[in-house]
C-alpha cells in the first residue's frame, strides 16, 4: 500500500472530449457538473465531479480523490453510480461518472417536509431495498486475482443516496470507502471519516470495521426515511458532537411505530435489528437485511411509481437540465443539422417556456397499483393542461411580424365600407408619421453557448 503523502496525479489521457455545462452539486472534494462526453461519433450525458481547486496541492485529499475513480471504475451494477473515466480539463482532474436524472432522498425528504407529506412506508421500504441490493454488490466486490477486494462504504447516509426519475435508487460517492490497496491510508491523528450521525458504534470507537458497519447506517436511513418527514429529527442529531456521539453510542432507539403507528411489528423489528449495537446481532450483510425488509412489507411499490413521485418533486430542475441538454445538443450537432433544426427553434422555446410556467402548468403521472417492479427506461410522461386562449394572428417565422389576415368581403367580392375606411385611416397614420407601431425585426439567432448557463 502506498503513502498518501507519495501519490501524485497520474498523466491521464485526453483523447475524449468533454463540454461542462451547469453545476448540479457540490461536496467536500469537488463540485458536480452537468455534462456532455463525445467519443467515437458519439455523445453522452455524463456528470462530471471536478476536484475543488484548493485541495489540488493535498497530496492526501489528491489520493483520496483518485481512489474514488479507481474503486468506482470496477462497479457496475443498476444500483450503484458507475464511474465511466477519469481525465483531466485543462489544469482540473475530473471524475466522470453517469447521469442520474433525479434527485438525493435527503432532497426528496426535505421537499416532502416541506410540503406537511410523509414519504409512504413501501416507497420507503422500495428507496432502502434498492440501496442494500447496491450495498451488497459493492461489498462483493473482487479484485484482479478473484479475491474479496473488502470494500466498505462508510458514508451511506440520505446524500449519498440517489434517486432517479427512474424511480431506481443508487449509491454514490466512493471519497472515502474502505478497500484494500487504497492509496488514501488513515490520517496518524486518527479522524473518524464519515458523517458523524451515520457512523457505527464500532466507527466511533475507532474499531476494526467491516461491511456491517454499512448495515447500521441503511438501518438510520430506513429508521429516518419512516419517521423524519413527520418529526424533522434525525435519529442521533444532536446540537454538540460530542452528544451526537453519546447518542451513537447509547441513547435508546424508539421503534418507528412510536411515530407512526401504522407501521407494523415487523417493520419495527427489521428497522431495530439493523440498528443493533452489537454488531454480532446485526444483519451479516445488505443482502439479508434487504431480504427481511421485502418480507415484511410485502409487494414494494413499482419503480414508475416512486419515478412519479420524484418527478413530482424535482419537476423544475430537471426541466432546466433537459433544456440545457437539448441546447447542448444543438451545439454539438453538425451545421448541416443546425439548419435542418433552427426553423423549429420558436416552437422549442414556446414549448420551454410553457413547460418551466408553473402557474399554467398542470403534472400528470401514470401511477401502477400493482406489486411487481417495473423498470422503465424512460422517464414518465409530462402531459400540460394549458387554459385555452383566443386565436391569435398568424406569425411568420422568418419575420416574427403578424401576417395580414384577409378581410371579409360582400358578395360581388369588393371590401366593406369599413374595411376599406380602416384601412386608409391606418395607411395615412403610417405615412404622416403617427405613432403607429414599428416594424419588429429579429436578431440573427446564435447556437447556444455552455457561458450562456
Keep these: 500500500m502506498r503513502d498518501a503523502n507519495t ?11 468533454y463540454q461542462r455545462l451547469g453545476p448540479l452539486a457540490s461536496g467536500g472534494m469537488g463540485t458536480v457538473y452537468l455534462g456532455r462526453m463525445t467519443a467515437g461519433g458519439t455523445t453522452r450525458t455524463v456528470a462530471m465531479k471536478v476536484m475543488h481547486p484548493h485541495l489540488a496541492d493535498n497530496t492526501d485529499m489528491v489520493a483520496m480523490f483518485l481512489d474514488e475513480a479507481r474503486v468506482a471504475t470496477r462497479l457496475r451494477h443498476p444500483n450503484v453510480v458507475g464511474v465511466l473515466d477519469m481525465d483531466m480539463l485543462g489544469d482540473e482532474l475530473v471524475i466522470v461518472m453517469e447521469y442520474v436524472e433525479g434527485i438525493t432522498l435527503a432532497a426528496m425528504q426535505s421537499a416532502l417536509r416541506l410540503r406537511g407529506k410523509e414519504l409512504p412506508i413501501g416507497f420507503a421500504a422500495r428507496i432502502v431495498s434498492d440501496a442494500l441490493t447496491g450495498l451488497h454488490e459493492v461489498h462483493e466486490l473482487l479484485d484482479e486475482k478473484s479475491e474479496p477486494l473488502g470494500l466498505v462504504h462508510r458514508d451511506v447516509s440520505p446524500h449519498n443516496l440517489l434517486i432517479g426519475s427512474d424511480g431506481v435508487t443508487r449509491v454514490t460517492d466512493f471519497g472515502i470507502a474502505l ?18 450521525q451515520y457512523l457505527s458504534p464500532e466507527q466511533v470507537g475507532r474499531k476494526p470495521v467491516d461491511r456491517r458497519v454499512d448495515v447500521f447506517a441503511a438501518g438510520i436511513v430506513l429508521w429516518e426515511c419512516l419517521t423524519y418527514c413527520a418529526t424533522g429529527q434525525r435519529l442521533f442529531e444532536a446540537p454538540t458532537e460530542a452528544e451526537t456521539v453519546t447518542r451513537v453510542l447509547r441513547d435508546p432507539i424508539a421503534p418507528p411505530s412510536m411515530t407512526r403507528p401504522e407501521i407494523s411489528l415487523e417493520l419495527d423489528e427489521v428497522c431495530l435489528k439493523a440498528l443493533e449495537r452489537d454488531p454480532e446481532r446485526r444483519y451479516r450483510t445488505a443482502a439479508e437485511f434487504g431480504e427481511a425488509l421485502r418480507s415484511a412489507i410485502g409487494p414494494l411499490p413499482g419503480a414508475a411509481e416512486v419515478g412519479a413521485l420524484v418527478f413530482d418533486l424535482a419537476s423544475k430542475p430537471i426541466l432546466h437540465q433537459r433544456e440545457a441538454l437539448d441546447r447542448a445538443s444543438l451545439v454539438l450537432s453538425s451545421p448541416r443539422d443546425q439548419k435542418k433544426r433552427r426553423p423549429s427553434l420558436p416552437l422549442a422555446a414556446a414549448a420551454a417556456v410553457c413547460g418551466l410556467a408553473g402557474a399554467t402548468l398542470l403534472v400528470f403521472f401514470p401511477r401502477t397499483h400493482t406489486g411487481a417492479v417495473a423498470e422503465p427506461t424512460r422517464p414518465p410522461p409530462v402531459s400540460a393542461t394549458i387554459p385555452e386562449t383566443p386565436a391569435a394572428p398568424a406569425v411568420s ?7 395580414a389576415q384577409p378581410a371579409p368581403a360582400d358578395s360581388n367580392g369588393a371590401l366593406p365600407e369599413r374595411t376599406r375606411a380602416l384601412n386608409e385611416r391606418n395607411a395615412t397614420g403610417r405615412n404622416a408619421g403617427n405613432r403607429a407601431a414599428p416594424a419588429r425585426h429579429t436578431k440573427p439567432s446564435r447556437p447556444f453557448m455552455p457561458e450562456d448557463l
Design 397 to 403: 417565422i422568418a419575420s416574427a411580424t403578424p401576417t
Design 7 to 17: 501519490a501524485t496525479v497520474p498523466q491521464l489521457g485526453r483523447t475524449q472530449r
Design 179 to 196: 478497500a484494500a490497496g487504497r492509496l488514501a491510508t488513515t490520517r496518524p491523528d486518527g479522524t473518524v471519516k464519515g458523517k458523524l
